[in-house]
């Protein structure tokens, strides 16, 4: 089984940066793609970014292109959401993601295991 771990959320003023951590479990990391989605209260859960299984190729939604990065480090079966510029907008419930596959998009159903979030909230 696997299992995701998320850290790093908190409080953060708009203008300010933040970095979200996952810690994987239950199978070989490095295999699989992984991805970031997050969720605002009263709206579904929407993509964030993911990344492939050797980390050499990252995908972005627009609304976190150039303000996020995604990345992974698989001797330590983790991967990172590094966020900058953060607007108020940003304010949601951040989930990692382990994919079905050693590349994934944007598409929910392309992973297959996900993690209980991390509350990120941007004031203004």
């Known amino acids: 089984q696997v299992q995701l771990v998320e850290s790093g959320g908190g409080l953060v003023q708009a203008g300010g940066s933040l970095r979200l951590s996952c810690a994987a479990s239950?199978?070989?990391?490095?295999?699989?793609?992984m991805g970031w989605f997050r969720q605002a209260p009263g709206q579904e859960r929407e993509f964030v970014a993911s990344i492939n299984w050797r980390g050499s190729n990252t995908y972005y939604a627009d609304s976190v292109k150039g303000r996020f990065t995604i990345s992974r480090d698989n001797a330590k079966n983790a991967v990172y959401l590094e966020m900058s510029s953060l607007k108020p907008e940003d304010t949601a419930v951040y989930y990692c993601a382990a994919g079905n596959t050693g590349w994934a998009r944007a598409t929910e159903n392309e992973y297959g295991y996900w993690g209980q979030g991390t509350q990120v909230t941007v004031s203004s």
């Open positions: 239950g199978r070989t990391f490095s295999n699989y793609a």
